[in-house]
C-alpha cells in the first residue's frame, strides 16, 4: 500500500514538474525505482500536451516572436501592473490524457505572391496533375494615352501644280489660260480661279490667212496674213482674284489697194494689258459660279506701224460657270472702250465692242479635254463677226497643258476678214 501510494506521489510531482524538469530526468527516475516500460510510455503521453503547449513555435515548424509589450507616454506604473496581450489561438486537446491547452496562433508570414498553376482538367499535384505552363508576372506600364495616329498622308492623285478641280466622281479638269491669259478655254473665260499663290504663264499664237477687206473678197494680186502671239502671266491673289498681264507679238504683212496705197509689212510688240478676275460666288449646291472682271490694254505698241491704237482701251465682263455632270459650261459678256486713235491706219478713229463667248468643255479624261465656243462681237463700223470654234486640251505632264483650236468664221465683215484662223496654246503651271 505504501509503495502504491509513493508511486502515485512521484508521478503527480513529474507532471507538475517546471519547464527544466523535463523527460529525459523524469525517466532516469522511473527507470532507477523499477517501473515498467509500459507505465513510462503512458507517463510520456501525459507530458506531450504540456510540451507542445511550450515548444509551440517548434511544434509548428516556426520562428514567430510575440509581440513587444508597449507602455503608453508618460505611463509611471510599476512593471507587475502591466499585462501582456491576450493569446487568442487554436485549443488543441490530447484525447488520450484528457488534458486541453491553447496554443498561440502562429503570425502570418507575408509571402511573394507566386503567379498561378494552369492544370490539366481538375487533377492536382497530389493526384498526379501534370503542370502546362506557369504565367510569370509582367510589371507593364499604364496605359495613360491613346496612340497618336500617323499624319502620313498619301499622294495625292493628281498635283497641285497642275490646277485641277474635281469634277463628279470621274474626272478632273485642268484650269489652264485662254487667249487673254485668263482662266478659260481658247477665247471663253471661265468664273473658276486657280488656288490662291498659284502662278501660271503662257502663250497664245493666232494665224490666219486674209481672205477679204471689211465684206470685199480681195481680188488678184492682193494678199495678207496675219499672226499674233500675246505672251501672259497669270498670278491668283486669292482662291477669288486673278491678276493677269499680256504683252503681245504682231507679225502681220498686207497688200491691198483697198486699204492703202502702199504694201505694208510690220513686226513688234503690240499693246500690253492688264485683267483682274474676281469670284463674286461660288453655289456647290447648284454647281454654279460667277465673276466679273475689268480689263485695261496701253498704248505700248507702235501706232505708227500699226501694232498698237496708240490709245488706251477700258474693258469689263462677266464670266458665269455651271457644272452638269461631267459637262461645264461657260457664258461671257463684255464690253470694250476703245479709246479714239487718229492715225494712217485708224483715220475715222475706233467704235466701241461688245462681245459675248458661249462655251462648253468636256474632260475625257484626266489628261484630255474636248472644247467647243461661239464667240461674237459687234466693233460698230469695223464690222461683225462670229466663229466657231472647236478645241482640244492636252496635258501631257504635270506642269504644261497644250491647247488647239480652229475658229471657224460663219460670218465677218470686219476689217481683216477670214474663213478660218488657227490657235496654238501653252500653258505653264507653276505653285
Not at 208 to 234: C, H, K, Q, T
Not at 388 to 396: E, K
Amino acid at each position: 500500500m505504501k509503495r502504491n501510494t509513493a508511486i502515485v506521489a512521484l508521478a503527480a510531482w513529474l507532471l507538475s514538474a517546471p519547464v527544466w524538469a523535463q523527460q529525459g530526468y523524469a525517466e532516469r527516475q522511473l527507470k532507477q525505482n523499477g517501473f515498467s516500460n509500459t507505465m513510462q510510455q503512458a507517463l510520456n503521453r501525459n507530458a506531450v500536451p504540456q510540451r507542445q503547449t511550450r515548444n509551440a513555435p517548434e511544434y509548428y515548424g516556426q520562428n514567430e516572436v510575440l509581440p513587444p509589450i508597449s507602455v503608453p507616454a508618460g505611463n509611471t506604473a510599476p512593471a507587475p501592473q502591466m499585462s501582456l496581450p491576450p493569446i487568442t489561438g487554436n485549443v488543441e486537446t490530447n484525447y488520450d490524457s484528457g488534458l486541453t491547452s491553447q496554443v498561440a496562433a502562429p503570425i502570418p508570414i507575408q509571402r511573394p505572391r507566386q503567379a498561378p498553376v494552369v492544370r490539366s482538367g481538375s487533377r492536382t499535384r497530389a493526384t498526379g496533375g501534370s503542370e502546362i505552363y506557369s504565367q510569370e508576372p509582367l510589371n507593364l506600364p499604364p496605359v495613360t494615352t491613346l496612340p497618336v495616329p500617323s499624319r502620313t498622308a498619301l499622294p495625292p492623285i493628281s498635283d497641285d501644280t497642275m490646277m485641277m478641280v474635281p469634277l463628279e466622281e470621274a474626272v478632273t479638269r485642268v484650269l489652264a489660260c485662254n487667249f487673254k491669259g485668263l482662266t478659260g478655254l481658247i477665247n471663253t473665260t471661265a468664273a473658276d480661279v486657280s488656288k490662291a499663290g498659284s502662278f501660271k504663264m503662257g502663250f497664245h499664237s493666232s494665224w490666219f490667212d486674209l481672205d477679204r477687206v471689211y465684206d470685199r473678197v480681195l481680188a488678184s494680186g492682193e494678199s495678207g496674213d496675219m499672226l499674233e502671239l500675246p505672251i501672259f502671266f497669270n498670278y491668283a491673289v486669292t482662291d477669288d482674284l486673278e491678276i493677269v498681264y499680256t504683252i503681245p507679238v504682231i507679225d502681220y504683212t498686207i497688200k491691198s489697194r483697198i486699204l492703202w496705197t502702199r504694201d505694208i509689212s510690220e513686226s513688234g510688240a503690240g499693246d500690253s494689258s492688264l485683267a483682274f478676275k474676281y469670284r463674286v460666288f461660288d453655289n456647290p449646291k447648284y454647281q454654279m459660279r460667277g465673276a466679273f472682271g475689268l480689263g485695261f490694254k496701253f498704248p505700248t505698241g507702235n501706232d505708227d506701224k500699226g501694232l498698237g491704237t496708240g490709245k488706251t482701251d477700258f474693258e469689263i465682263y462677266t464670266a458665269f460657270s455651271k457644272n452638269f455632270e461631267k459637262i461645264v459650261a461657260h457664258l461671257n459678256l463684255g464690253y470694250v472702250m476703245t479709246g479714239d486713235p487718229n492715225t494712217q491706219f485708224y483715220p475715222d478713229g475706233l467704235a466701241d465692242k461688245f462681245y459675248y463667248n458661249i462655251g462648253i468643255e468636256y474632260p475625257h479624261t484626266h489628261n484630255v479635254t474636248v472644247m467647243a465656243e461661239v464667240s461674237g462681237e459687234d466693233w460698230g463700223a469695223e464690222g461683225m463677226k462670229v466663229d466657231v470654234i472647236p478645241g482640244l486640251r492636252y496635258t501631257p505632264t504635270e506642269n504644261f497643258a497644250l491647247e488647239v483650236g480652229v475658229p471657224i468664221a460663219v460670218t465677218n465683215d470686219q476689217r481683216y476678214g477670214y474663213n478660218y484662223r488657227l490657235v496654238l496654246g501653252l500653258t505653264t503651271f507653276f505653285q
